[in-house]
């Protein structure tokens, strides 16, 4: 390792219980002489500092500006001092499918699972629920408020809950709702269903195609 990978990474390096103190923090060596000097300034010593708030507050940053240290980099010296040792990382959200869901057919309408947003599109957003089939949660089942752009709503690797309101085994798809109370069932999926039988008559008439929402999103998605 060379002098400047060495320089580079003794920031990251932490000793416990050491003849230097801040060797169990994230204070930078280089930053060390200014330690030091904050310690004699209040007249005490670098443990005394790190244990004692009360020395710590009298500490005039200002006083130890320079043309190579700046105030922000002060006030994060003086922030480790106060909790020497801790992990700057975020807390590790952990995460899981639901325990025995791992297939389509294990999927019912109503069932409440964790899933993972994997793609946002104008028309909805799909999910990632486990069973290697990405469910789609339609723009009107986002939330219970009106949404226009789902992008408002989630994004891509947002964890989120959702509903199973319809599973279509032939055709390999999952219909999903974020909204507290989802209509469960083809009324969810918005499909049109036929109405009442009308008298025979001769003149044949042309039936329109009825496309649910479900296949209008996939082609839309597959001309994108």
Not at 74 to 83: G, P, R, T, V
Not at 105 to 128: H, Q, R, S
Not at 138 to 162: G, N, T, W, Y
Request: aromatic share 6%.
């Amino acid at each position: 390792m060379g002098p400047k990978a060495f320089e580079q990474a003794a920031g990251f390096l932490r000793i416990r219980d050491g003849a230097q103190p801040l060797d169990a923090s994230a204070v930078h060596p280089e930053s060390y002489p200014i330690v030091d000097q904050m310690a004699r300034d209040v007249n005490c010593s670098v443990n005394d500092l790190m244990r004692d708030a009360g020395r710590r507050q009298k500490i005039q940053l200002q006083k130890y500006v320079t043309t190579d240290v700046g105030l922000p980099t002060l006030n994060d010296i003086l922030a480790e001092l106060a909790k020497p040792g801790r992990d700057p990382r975020q807390q590790f959200e952990v995460f899981a499918f639901q325990v025995g869901v791992e297939k389509m057919e294990d999927l019912k309408p109503g069932m409440k699972l964790p899933g993972i947003v994997t793609n946002v599109a104008a028309f909805g957003a799909f999910v990632d629920i486990g069973v290697h089939q990405d469910g789609l949660v339609h723009v009107s089942q986002l939330s219970d408020r009106f949404v226009k752009d789902p992008a408002e709503v989630v994004k891509v690797q947002q964890k989120v809950m959702v509903t199973v309101t319809e599973v279509d085994l032939p055709r390999k798809r999952i219909a999903l709702s974020m909204k507290a109370a989802p209509v469960i069932g083809a009324a969810a999926t918005g499909k049109i269903s036929p109405g009442p039988s009308r008298p025979q008559t001769r003149v044949q008439q042309v039936k329109p195609q009825v496309t649910d929402w479900f296949t209008e999103a996939l082609n839309r998605s597959k001309k994108s």
